[in-house]
């Protein structure tokens, strides 16, 4: 009995730490490395500009090492605002990981 009980709990906690790098954006959700990886290209391909502008959405968009599963939100109408959200959570993925965000998995939305 105590062993199925540390079996069931051991098997929640670890279920619990693979989703804790996951990020939510409605129906759609990427991995903390996804961001990361997006951030890094976003970078790239706005320089010295801190300011985020569309037409860098679309040059990042068509850029081979974008995350694929990060290719959906490319054609949505606000790309801008969720590749901003992306970009600030990959700034401080810490942050995710305390729930800083809500988008990130495990935290409530307010």
Known sequence: M????ASVLLISCLSSLCYSGLIWFGSNNFHLNDAIAMKSIMDQHNGSN?????K????MCSDPSFPLVLKPICSKTDAPHIFHLLNQIASFPYACEICSYSVCTGCETP
């Open 50 to 54: 801190t300011r985020f502008q569309f």
């Open 56 to 59: 860098s959405v679309s040059s």
């Open 2 to 5: 105590k062993f199925l009980l």
